[in-house]
């Protein structure tokens, strides 16, 4: 087994037990014991000290898109990605033990699963009341013993906190998929599949058509390029950082020969990770 992935050990997530995130990790790594963190900072912290071996972190919604903090943390976490794992996001309608949909007058979710969840929340006549997590929302409900309270949470959420599930996949968007990175201390190199990401940050240098011609070795060599992203740096509008997603390994010889293009017309070149691909990538 590799040495990022224990057969014993943690693996830190943000969020409480049978958030979403918790799911993605039982999802990935059933053997390991998943912990709890407030935030993704100290997702990083906790492994970074060692108190655990991995850290997953929610990189992409297919609906909502990337998120927005994990790309600004990943460079300078000082961890490596190591894998990859895309969770199908199920919202599901939890309430006590013995309610009926149409006892439930309220659910409590994070505003983003509300915008996921319209329809359903519509046809019902649901008051909505925004929580900072889902998990804690379903933890609330268990708390509080109302037949009137709901919340919207992951079947997780539901085993956990001892909640019945009075309906299972309310979203609106049938293909609602949260794209994860699994972290580490050390990167792992070593080609542990047929298809494999590498994941980098680039600045280029300051001369004309700089990001053209980085770019123009990947398709000159036939390397796929999967996501490309901008962000300032520093809060600098002249100052600007790359993230990108190829197919394929370093040792590769196209994709050897594309970075050693990039790098050429780059200041700053960093790799962040070196993975299998997902096998729900589409």
Known sequence: MPRNDPSL???AFQGEPGAYMHQACVQARPQMEALPCATFEEVIDTVRRGDSELGMLAIENSTYGRIADVHTLLPRSGLFIVDESFVRVHVNLLAVKGARIED????RAMSILHGQARSFIKAHNLATMNWHDNAAAA???AALGDKAEGALASELAAEIYGLDVLARHIEDQADNTTRFLVMAREPDMTRRAEHMITTFIFRVRNIPAALYK???GFAT???NMTKLESYMVGGSFTATEFY???????????V???LEELAYF???LQILGVYPADRRRG
């Open 221 to 223: 060599n036939g390397v």
């Open 256 to 258: 050897k020969r594309a």
């Open 139 to 141: 933890r609330e409900v």
């Open 214 to 216: 980085a770019l123009g």
């Open 266 to 268: 780059t200041s700053h």
């Open 244 to 254: 990108a997603d190829i197919e394929g390994h370093p040792d590769d010889a196209h």
């Open 104 to 107: 439930v007058k309220r659910v």
């Open 9 to 11: 050990g943690r693996i």
